[in-house]
């Protein structure tokens, strides 16, 4: 099983939380709304944490918000992709 952590914390912006899970999950995806498509064509078990308790940022806080209700999605379509969310 392939697991990635985000922890939100570390970045100071969404683009840099996006080419992070685009680095570690190999994916092709251009923008966070190729995101859900990329995401359903995992064919390996995948588990991302995404980790948003120390993000003080509001608009960084809202994109990573926007990213996990993707990420949701696209786990209820895969048998492959588990997502947990750290508020």
Same mark, same amino acid.
């Given at each position: 099983?392939?697991e990635?952590?985000v ?5 100071d912006? #969404?683009? $840099? ?5 685009? &680095? ?8 966070v709304? !190729?995101?859900? /498509? ?17 993000? #003080?940022? $509001?608009?960084l806080?809202?994109a990573? &918000?926007?990213?996990v209700e993707v990420?949701?999605?696209?786990? !209820?379509?895969? /048998? ?5 969310c750290?508020?």
């Amino acid at each position: 099983m392939q697991e990635v952590y985000v922890n939100g914390e570390e970045f100071d912006k #969404a683009e $840099d939380v996006w080419e992070y899970l685009k &680095e570690e999950l190999g994916l092709e995806a251009g923008d966070v709304g !190729g995101l859900y /498509d990329a995401l359903t064509e995992l064919s390996d078990d995948t588990k991302i944490t995404i980790d948003m308790s120390q993000v #003080a940022d $509001d608009d960084l806080l809202d994109a990573m &918000e926007h990213m996990v209700e993707v990420m949701e999605e696209a786990a !209820g379509e895969s /048998d492959y992709l588990e997502v947990v969310c750290i508020e």
